[in-house]
């Protein structure tokens, strides 16, 4: 059949089942936006290239099918810069078509030109400049098979304009075949035996799950792992929800703003099983005191990452989910009845400084929203700072890709964007994005795009008036010099969701917070709560960068 390049990009994207695309228009793409108009793939316009790969992205973690942006040449794709970093930090797979300038104006400086594959080489896991019309439908069938598999990561599509015009003929590859690209997904049998063996020798170890838990859709099997060989599981920031929050076995998260249990635990272990994470430095604090006496069993898709950063003694290349299932056939449980005695005290030691009741403080809001969303599948997204790290200590994530946040590349202005696309994918689960009064001016623009398509996200800003982490930092580390982390002069956030047509919602006092919250279920549309929050919180528990996980300021004594 004879095509338009344009109309071969939608038949390619109705092809691999994309329902949704989210973008921005601009002179390199009319063609492609031509193409859209006859088209039943829904485009969601935001307000902003970055809301448009945030909200991409969190439409691909909340339902696990890769997330699809549209932007145009220039301003357009550098724009995207950030959510495309974003996507590649936190292993998501989201494939971003661009425009460019008509081939024969590439490399001239013309109007909107930038050279966007250059630019997203480090941060993408493939990028294509397409030259003939006739190499779009291999490249999309390629562009999303490497963006869903193995280790999975964002890809980038770049269309000069005149491709888009040209006509050619369009036959969609039912298989691909990329050379040099072939992701071990069987994990060795006889590395998984000695796995096996280890386990069974250990008497205190530990599971440490990553993202890849979350990813592979493994949760299920990791639990059988921990509760057939009674061992206790953290996880990582990007791996909350893959196993339940709630089961006695699950220590919390580990790293930086872990809890005692959880660090104190990979301090003792014997054995380390680390499952689909990437020992980053949040997770590790210093690491030439990580774990000290134990051995290490390193699961992962990635074989780059294995031996990365910390040297392992077991490693595995392969699925998580294929690697668990085969293991738990030869698998038998070790002792590890004295181990969890011992995780049980340090479990009664968990202080987080939220006792004080008279103040409006963060943790016990999370903890609200947490208890008043149990009935109900909620799924929250998060900006970046104290706010993000309390949702990882106080709110209860039960299943997996129930938490969307940036992990890796810590990106401030992702949860609002990130929820509009998380709550496009799943209609039916209550969206919650919790936020900081910084980041949320980061995209505030996107209330917009909320108000326009009445995606009913509930937006809890934890407004504390200051860039938090930061200020956190300052007084611990910076002997309390405040640099440039008050935020005088923000507005008052429900005359501005007013002024778009959404609900606000102030809450002053800790008597209002339930109310408020039940009310802001109760609201069809979506919702903006403005929590005005102790000035001067800090999260707890906290360890100091690169160092030992067990040198834990707990924040009593002022420490
Ligand atoms: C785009 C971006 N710029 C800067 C930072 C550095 N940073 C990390 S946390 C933080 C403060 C966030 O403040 P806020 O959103 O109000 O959240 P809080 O910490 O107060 O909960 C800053 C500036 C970042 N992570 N991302």
């Known amino acids: 059949m004879k095509l338009k390049g344009s109309d071969m990009v939608i038949s390619a994207l109705e092809h691999e089942k994309v329902t949704t695309v989210f973008g921005y228009p601009g002179g390199a793409v009319l063609p492609l936006y031509d193409s859209l108009y006859d088209s039943s793939i829904k485009h969601i316009l935001t307000r902003h290239e970055q809301g448009a790969a945030h909200a991409a992205d969190g439409y691909a973690r909340a339902s696990g099918k890769p997330g699809v942006v549209f932007a145009t040449s220039g301003p357009g794709a550098t724009n995207l810069v950030t959510g495309i970093a974003n996507a590649y930090m936190d292993s998501v797979p989201v494939v971003f078509v661009t425009g460019q300038v008509s081939t024969p104006f590439i490399g001239t400086d013309a109007f909107q030109e930038a050279d966007i594959t250059g630019i997203t080489l480090p941060i993408t ?80 170890p530990v599971i440490i799950g990553g993202g890849g838990v979350v990813s592979s859709g493994s949760g299920k099997y ?115 009845e004295k181990w969890l005695e011992r995780i049980k005290s340090w479990k009664t030691e968990e202080y987080d400084g939220a006792t004080d009741k008279d103040s409006l403080k963060v943790p016990n809001i999370i903890e609200a929203i947490s208890r008043l969303t149990t009935d109900r599948k909620t799924i929250v997204t998060t900006d970046v700072g104290q706010h993000q790290m309390w949702t990882a200590l106080h709110y209860c994530f039960e299943e997996p890709r129930t938490l969307v946040s940036s992990g890796g590349l810590g990106t401030m202005g992702y949860g609002f964007p990130a929820a509009i696309g998380a709550q496009t994918a799943s209609p039916e689960s209550t969206v919650f994005c919790i936020a900081g009064d910084g980041s949320f001016q980061m995209n505030i623009q996107e209330l917009a795009t909320a108000a326009n398509y009445n995606i009913p996200v509930k937006v809890a800003i934890m407004n504390n008036g200051y860039l938090g982490m ?75 960068p690169d160092s030992p996980l067990d040198e834990i300021m707990d924040g009593r004594d002022g420490q």
């Open 125 to 204: 896991k493939h990028n294509y400049l397409v030259k003939d019309v006739g190499e779009l439908p291999r490249i999309f069938k390629e562009a999303f098979h490497i963006a869903t598999t193995g280790r999975r990561g964002p890809v980038l599509i770049d269309i000069p304009k005149d491709v888009q015009n040209a006509v050619g003929e369009f036959v969609y590859p039912e298989n691909v075949d990329i050379p040099g690209y072939r992701p071990t997904i069987e994990g060795h049998p006889g590395q998984i035996n000695r796995m096996a063996k280890a386990i069974k020798a250990s008497r205190r």
């Open 222 to 336: 990791l639990l059988e792992l921990a509760e057939k060989g009674q061992i206790p599981v953290s996880l990582t920031f990007m791996g909350l929800g893959g196993v339940p929050g709630s089961n006695p076995l699950f220590l919390g998260m580990l790293g930086m703003h872990g809890t005692k249990a959880a660090n104190y635990a990979v301090m003792e272990a014997d054995l380390i099983i680390a499952i689909g994470m990437r020992f980053d430095d949040r997770v590790t604090g210093s690491l030439d005191s990580f774990a000290p006496h134990a051995k290490v069993i390193h699961v992962d898709i990635d074989p780059a990452e294995i031996g990365k950063n910390i040297a392992v003694d077991i490693p595995i290349v392969g699925d998580v989910k294929k690697t668990l299932k085969r293991l738990m056939k030869v698998f038998k449980a070790g002792q590890t």
């Open 470 to 544: 930061v200020r956190q930092w300052q007084e611990l580390f910076f002997g309390k010099r405040y640099s440039s982390t008050t935020l005088s002069g923000s507005p008052d956030f429900c005359k501005v969701a007013e002024a778009y047509g959404i609900a606000g919602i102030r809450v002053d006092s800790p008597g209002k917070v339930e109310e408020a919250i039940n009310r802001a279920l109760s609201v069809q549309g979506p919702v903006v709560m403005d929590f005005h929050v102790e000035p001067e919180g800090n999260v707890f528990p906290m360890v100091a």
